[in-house]
């Protein structure tokens, strides 16, 4: 069972930036593509942003601009590095990866951002 492990939310005032992490069980290389979504309280769960195993990147229009999503290989770690964050960016933050028709989940990580 792949398990996806994140970390890195928290507290932080708008205007501040956070980064995340999540570690895959398995190699960063099983995956065909891997990314960061988030669901706000009350709200469907949404993209945030994608990255494909060749380094293409994709966006969601309220995070361009603010939010980096990179691989480390050597640590084998999926980054989200987000600045200049706005309360509305509050929301409980999830891994995701995508290999051949099966898809993985994290736990989900906490960011809130205070006004």
């Known amino acids: 069972q792949v398990q996806l492990v994140e970390s890195g939310g928290g507290l932080v005032q708008a205007g501040g930036s956070l980064r995340l992490s999540c570690a895959p069980s398995i190699s960063i290389f099983s995956f065909n593509s891997m990314g960061w979504y988030r669901q706000a309280p009350g709200k469907q769960r949404e993209l945030v942003a994608t990255?494909?195993?060749?380094?293409?990147?994709i966006y969601a229009d309220s995070g361009k601009g603010r939010f980096t999503i990179s691989r480390d290989n050597a640590q084998n770690t999926l980054l989200l590095q987000m600045s200049s964050l706005k309360p509305e960016d509050t929301a409980v933050y999830y891994c995701n990866a995508k290999r051949a028709l099966a898809q993985y989940w994290g736990q989900g990580t906490q960011v809130t951002v205070s006004s």
């Open positions: 990255i494909t195993s060749g380094g293409t990147t």
